[in-house]
């Protein structure tokens, strides 16, 4: 699976972002058989799951850091994920990295730990 990520950059406290993912090259699979997240990662800390939307069904979770300020969504038409990032803060800033995977993992944290992940788009908030 080959993921790419876009929609990354710079931005105030309080703005607004939306990452997009493009994912491709599912071999014998189909979209809809993937899990498809979003985590980050910090300069010295470790890596942080963000989101996660079900390919299938559309079924969202959320970190609690992010609840109510991220919204993941999809289209399934064009095998494209979204992470749309309201009310950024400080420390969202991170290397946002989109990753997908066929299993379901029993907490958002572990979505880091997907199969296939992209190269990732940095987001920086000041």
């Known amino acids: 699976v080959q993921l790419v990520e876009s929609g990354g950059g710079s931005v105030q406290a309080g703005g607004s972002l939306r990452l997009s993912c493009v994912a491709s090259r599912f071999g014998s699979c189909t979209y809809n058989w993937y899990d498809l997240s979003w985590f980050r990662q910090a300069p010295g800390k470790e890596r942080e799951g963000v989101a996660a939307i079900d390919g299938g069904d559309g079924s969202t979770y959320y970190a609690d850091s992010v609840k109510g300020r991220f919204t993941i969504s999809q289209e399934n038409a064009k095998n494209t994920v979204y992470l749309q990032m309201n009310g950024l803060k400080p420390e969202d800033s991170a290397k946002y990295y989109c990753?997908?995977?066929?299993?379901?993992?029993?907490?958002?944290?572990?979505?880091?730990?997907?199969?296939?992940r992209g190269q990732g788009t940095q987001v920086t908030v000041s």
């Open positions: 990753a997908a995977d066929v299993w379901r993992p029993s907490a958002v944290s572990l979505v880091s730990y997907f199969s296939y």
